[in-house]
């Protein structure tokens, strides 16, 4: 059963003039930050791209089940059963499986506590703030550290788990002739549930307190009705399967290809040309860049909202002209965050890309006009 606190506080209006004052500091640390955050990432982008294109040119398909002394030092593409002979194991629990990687899950029943707060601004400027907190029991991966709770008291968790999550490898993956480095391995997907042991088949340090509940091990007195500080585990493995490498043969095993730079090292679960390898290592460069793209614009955004935010808490004397000012530097904020974004791009580009840096200025002094008669608009309206 759920239990809630809920706390009512009240804040002055000079009390909130000198917080948002001072989150100008944060606000400009977020704002400056964003601009050196997105030139390193097209920097990256463009590297990247550039190193696949070297090594696409460059890479001779074998067949990868016997070594060729013409092909050492080069870029290889190849695929093969991925395999081992030594297996895996998990020593906790006396697990030993020919697999090429397993993987625990460790989760304890414990509480947490979900924290919602909404804010009324008052006449005159002040603001009052109810803020409600939630417990309840959850299954978590982590612990949940109750000392930090607003109420600790009833809701106290254990300070450690029974037993970490941890991941293990084989240290002999082959793939064909080629003995593969770490880095390839942790590339090799493929997960699939792996049955939990028998409980009589468990180390004696753990058979005594485990109870076998289908595919997890339970660490607890009654898995129907779970308490603070039961646990439960799960396992997940990869098995052989066929893969597909582009990388650089070094006698009989392989290391990732120099290209300017940076380095080309890749591998896909399932065959696949060299062709499409290079295809999907570009879609993949393309998709992390638009995502740190928007990560650091928002982050711009943030920090500019911050740094206008003491003129919404100045005119928040008046509510109503507080969230009418707020909602207008908000808008302001993000709108000339992603003109600066898109500037910075742009500017990154036109050393590299001309043809794709001009366009990109071009939508740049578009977004600028829009910011621009946004701002007048507001001005006219205070």
């Given at each position: 059963m759920n239990d809630v606190i809920t706390e009512v506080t009240t804040e002055s209006w000079f009390s909130r003039i000198r917080n948002a004052f001072g989150g100008i500091v944060v606000g400009l640390v977020l704002f400056i930050g964003a601009f050196p955050a997105l030139t390193w990432n097209e920097k990256r982008f463009i590297d990247r791209t550039r190193g696949l294109k070297e090594v696409a040119g460059q890479t001779i398909s074998v067949d990868g089940k016997t070594l060729d002394a013409a092909a050492d030092g080069k870029a290889i593409h190849f695929s093969a059963e991925a395999t081992t002979k030594q297996g895996v194991k998990d020593d906790t629990f006396g697990i030993a499986e020919p697999a090429l990687k397993l993987r625990r899950t460790v989760e304890m029943y414990q509480w947490e506590e979900e924290k919602k707060s909404k804010t009324e601004e008052k006449v005159g400027g002040s603001s009052t703030t109810t803020t409600t907190y939630t417990y309840r029991k959850e299954w978590s991966s982590g612990v949940n550290d109750s000392s930090d709770f607003k109420k600790p008291e009833g809701h106290e968790n254990p300070t450690e788990m029974m037993f970490p999550s941890d991941s293990f490898a084989a240290p002999d993956v082959t793939a064909g002739a080629f003995r593969l480095p770490a880095s390839l391995v942790?590339?090799?997907?493929?997960?699939?549930?792996?049955?939990?042991?028998?409980?009589?088949?468990?180390?004696?340090?753990?058979?005594?307190?485990?109870?076998?509940?289908?595919?997890?091990?339970?660490f607890g007195e009654n898995p129907a009705q779970p308490v603070v500080g039961d646990h439960r585990v799960e396992f997940e493995v990869v098995r052989p399967h066929e893969v597909t490498i582009v990388a650089?043969?070094?006698?009989?095993?392989?290391?990732?290809?120099?290209?300017?730079?940076?380095?080309?090292?890749?591998?896909?679960?399932?065959?696949?040309?060299?062709?499409?390898?290079?295809?999907?290592?570009?879609?993949?460069?393309?998709?992390?860049?638009?995502?740190?793209?928007?990560?650091?614009?928002?982050?711009?955004?943030?920090?500019?909202?911050?740094?206008f935010h003491p003129l919404k808490v100045l005119a928040s004397v008046i509510p109503l002209a507080g969230s009418l000012v707020g909602a207008g530097t908000g808008l302001v904020a993000f709108l000339l965050a992603a003109a600066l974004s898109s500037a910075t791009i742009a500017l990154a580009w036109l050393a590299f890309r001309p043809l794709i840096g001009v366009p990109l200025l071009v939508v740049t002094v578009g977004l600028f006009v829009v910011v621009g008669r946004r701002m007048k608009r507001a001005s006219q309206v205070a």
């Open positions: 942790s590339g090799i997907g493929g997960w699939e549930d792996y049955p939990a042991p028998a409980v009589e088949a468990l180390p004696e340090s753990i058979r005594a307190k485990a109870k076998a509940t289908g595919t997890s091990l339970y650089r043969q070094v006698r009989d095993t392989l290391e990732p290809v120099p290209a300017g730079n940076t380095k080309v090292e890749l591998i896909e679960d399932g065959v696949h040309s060299a062709e499409a390898m290079f295809q999907m290592a570009h879609e993949e460069n393309r998709f992390l860049t638009w995502i740190l793209r928007l990560v650091f614009a928002f982050l711009m955004g943030i920090g500019l909202s911050l740094i």
